[in-house]
């Protein structure tokens, strides 16, 4: 499903116009986005969750020549899907 498609079934299932829709799809990903960043994670109830994740530096690999390489810490953005969404897909 595009994000055309999808903004589409939400005017129509919601009674909204498209840019209504658009702005409320908009909305739910900034605020996903900011409240991710500020408390390290954001839950949409029924599908999953977000979650903020420090990942410790590391040995690594360089696979073109063998040799080992320090892979540095970063933080990384990790998805959880819930298990009602589980559920209802499989």
Do not use: C, W
Request: net charge positive; proline share 3%; charged share 30%.
């Amino acid at each position: 499903m595009t994000k055309s498609e999808m903004l589409q079934a939400m005017a129509e299932k919601l009674g909204k116009t498209r840019k209504e829709a658009a702005e409320m799809l908009d909305f739910l990903a900034t605020l996903a986005y900011a409240e991710t960043k500020k408390s390290g994670e954001f839950t949409i109830p029924g599908i999953g969750k977000l979650v903020k994740k420090h990942r410790n530096e590391r040995m690594g690999r360089n696979p073109a020549t063998g040799e080992s390489i320090k892979i540095p810490a970063k933080t990384v953005v990790k998805f959880r899907v819930a298990k009602a969404a589980k559920e209802a897909i499989l």
